[in-house]
């Protein structure tokens, strides 16, 4: 039996934040906050729709 990724929408929401958060002072160390935050959001996003950070009920 093949096992699918873990995918949901609280890691994507979580990923978003944390990642804007991040980008906005990455980006602002390189001159560009609003850059920063573009990219932060998306990359965070992704990689934690993938990593499931637990489920919002168990069964």
Do not use: C, E
């Not at 995918?7 to 991040?22: D, E, I, K, P, W």
């Not at 002072?25 to 499931?52: H, M, V, W």
């Amino acid at each position: 039996m093949k096992r699918k990724p873990h995918r949901n929408r609280r890691g994507l929401f979580v990923g978003a934040v944390l990642g804007a958060v991040v980008g906005y002072f990455a980006g602002r160390a390189l001159g560009s906050p609003g850059i920063g935050i573009i990219l932060g959001t998306l990359a965070g996003s992704a990689l934690l729709y993938r990593i499931n950070p637990g489920p919002w009920n168990l069964p």
